[in-house]
């Protein structure tokens, strides 16, 4: 069994697979729940300073956009609002976790102003939380910079002495600058990144759907951006990062720990398969890992993020040109019309040819993976 233990800002978690903040985590019972169903840490959810998300959500606010049958090609459109309670009844949700639960617990707190920021932390604390998420809502009226996060991490930092980790937003000027910034102002920990709040319409009554207005927004495919920014920081940071943002199966999580990551939060998982999500994701991790021979987490973490080639190591040689199979190809024509480099000759109609590469082909690679019935490969040259 290989060793999926991580050390989190000072937390002994089993193994990477937290549970992010959100409706997962804003009960008791729904903790309870995620730890149950293998989750080895709960991000409790947000705590608003703002009294208008803590009113209550819309209804509905929730939509899974699809975008073909792919089961991974989804977005997870949702406006869920702050916890619904005020700062005294947070404190005693976290004190009521902490009885129920046998893992950590972290606070998650969203403040503008430096007073709120300090009372809420300092309650949490009080109340028994593992830690505290500093973070700032991709929904509020106010995106928070880098340095208004930065100030907060050492607001709280100054408070208490448990774990402060800053959760970054997606929309920062210079993500990589700002992580540096963050790692400054004494954070013990770094999760990058909330979700992008975006705009869905409706074509038939030309508004904006559910409730009227922007909503948070992701999915598997939301991966990408993440594991590029935490690899480009890795090298930098003495401290853990924790990747969130479109994990839903091993590979996904693997590749978070390759970039560099101790640990992943998921919610999008859970939201739509149910808490198994996390005992299968671990499981899978474990199977994983042993069938290709890691015995241990932390020898993989930042591996791929120390292969990353900069700008100027990148060769720009080609080493490959696209062929098209006679045999199985079925004159539909696609590889010509998408190729911008004219590397794709038509057949002279009449002869039954095939589309055939010329020396325009500059190995780009797409018509190899357009191509609906795989007659196109790359040889290298
Ligand atoms: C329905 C929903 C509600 C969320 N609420 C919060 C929240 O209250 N506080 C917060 O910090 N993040 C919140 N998030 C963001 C998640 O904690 C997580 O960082 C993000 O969804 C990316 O992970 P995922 O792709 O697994 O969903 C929410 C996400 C979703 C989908």
Excluded at 84 to 102: G, N, P
Aim: charged share 20%; hydrophobic share 40%; with cysteine.
């Amino acid at each position: 069994m290989p060793d999926l233990s991580v050390n989190y800002a000072g937390l002994r978690l089993q193994h990477p697979i937290m549970a992010a903040s959100a409706g997962i985590t804003a009960t008791v019972d729904r903790m309870r729940r995620a730890e149950e169903a293998g989750a080895s840490a709960v991000s409790v959810k947000s705590l608003f300073e703002n009294p208008i998300p803590r009113r209550g959500d819309p209804t509905p606010h929730m939509r899974v956009i699809r975008h073909g049958r792919d089961p991974r090609s989804f977005t997870l459109y949702s406006y869920e609002q702050a916890a619904h309670m005020d700062e005294e009844a947070y404190a005693d949700l976290i004190l009521r976790a902490k009885a129920a639960l046998d893992i950590p617990v972290i606070a998650n707190i969203d403040c503008a102003s430096p007073e709120a920021w300090a009372r809420y932390a300092t309650l949490v604390e009080h109340a028994g939380a593992d830690a505290i998420e500093v973070k700032s809502c991709p929904h509020g009226e106010h995106l928070m910079t880098g340095d208004e996060l930065s100030g907060a991490v050492r607001t709280v930092k100054g408070l208490v002495s448990i774990p402060v980790i800053a959760k970054l937003p997606s929309q920062l000027t210079n993500p990589y600058q700002s992580a540096l910034d963050i790692h400054a102002a004494g954070a013990d920990a770094l999760v990058m990144f909330n979700r992008l709040v975006g705009l869905e319409i409706d074509l038939d009554t030309l508004a904006p759907i559910m409730h009227g207005g922007f909503a948070g927004h992701g999915g598997p495919h939301s991966i990408y951006y993440r594991l590029r920014w935490i690899a480009q920081v890795f090298d930098e940071m003495h401290i853990p990062i924790c990747g969130t943002g479109g994990v839903s199966t091993v590979a996904d999580a693997a590749k978070y720990v390759l970039a560099g990551a101790t640990c992943v939060q998921l919610a999008t998982a859970a939201i739509v398969e149910g808490c198994g999500a996390f005992g299968r994701i671990r499981d899978e991790l474990a199977e994983w890992m042993d069938r290709n021979e890691h015995q241990c987490l932390g020898d993989l973490r930042g591996v791929a993020a120390g292969r990353v080639l900069g700008l100027p190591d990148v060769s720009r040689q080609q080493t490959v040109r696209a062929a098209i199979d006679p045999d199985t190809c079925t004159r539909c024509g696609l590889c010509h019309r998408v190729c911008i480099y004219e590397g794709v000759d038509e057949p002279t109609p009449g002869t039954g040819e095939a589309y055939r590469t010329n020396d325009h082909c500059r190995g780009c690679g797409l018509c190899e993976q357009l191509c609906p019935v795989e007659a196109i490969s790359l040889l290298p040259l």
